[in-house]
């Protein structure tokens, strides 16, 4: 039995506090926290079931959270803001290196989900926007993954999921601080 298929009723309790927590103290390092580190796990662990679950849902219309979340980027770009966006700028908003966009790219354009045309002035630049036929597709994928994401959160009370929000909000915010200080040194 692997760590990951532990019984429901073993997990966070026994597993966390039990054999986790143990090797957290020690290995650790003097300005980590145990309770942080268990913290973060068990978020981390939370993040790849979610995804998991997620991707589940959306096998039926043949693609991923990750190819799913460039389009909605993409979606919103022209139909929020009336443009194109480059491979880069989804790399960065997507938060996945430049290489794996040139290849999910690819896929959504041989599913025809995406146009991807040189700019006039400088042919080596590429804009990328949702083809046509892919906004038809992509709105029947949408209601299946916005019922996934309702799914994950209805164990919480309405209460539960404003303070989790709150939460989870200001736990991205200080990830993509703590992103923007690596990448400055």
């Known amino acids: 039995m692997s760590l990951r298929t532990v019984p429901v009723e073993r997990v966070p309790d026994q597993l966390t506090t039990e054999y986790h927590e143990r090797l957290i103290k020690k290995t650790r390092g003097t300005g980590t926290s145990v309770e942080g580190a268990r913290l973060g796990m068990l978020l981390l662990w939370l993040a790849d079931d979610m995804q998991d679950s997620v991707n589940a849902d959306l096998e039926e219309f043949g693609i991923t959270e990750n190819k799913l979340g460039m389009l909605i980027i993409l979606y919103l770009a022209a139909s929020e803001f009336n443009r194109s966006v480059t491979p880069s700028e989804l790399a960065d908003l997507v938060g996945v290196e ?9 896929w959504l354009e041989q599913r025809k989900f995406i146009v991807r045309k040189p700019e006039s002035s ?3 630049k590429i804009h990328v926007t949702i083809s046509n036929s892919g906004k038809a597709r992509f709105h029947r994928i949408l209601k299946g993954y916005w019922e996934a994401c309702d799914r994950i959160s209805r164990h919480l009370t309405a209460s539960e999921q404003a303070t989790f929000e709150k939460l989870t909000t200001k736990l991205l915010k200080g990830i993509k601080v703590d992103q923007k200080k690596k990448k400055k040194t």
Do not use: E, H, K, Q
């Not at 430049?98 to 690819?106: E, M, N, W, Y």
């Open 98 to 106: 430049r290489a794996s966009v040139t290849g999910i790219l690819d």
């Open 122 to 124: 400088d042919r080596r």
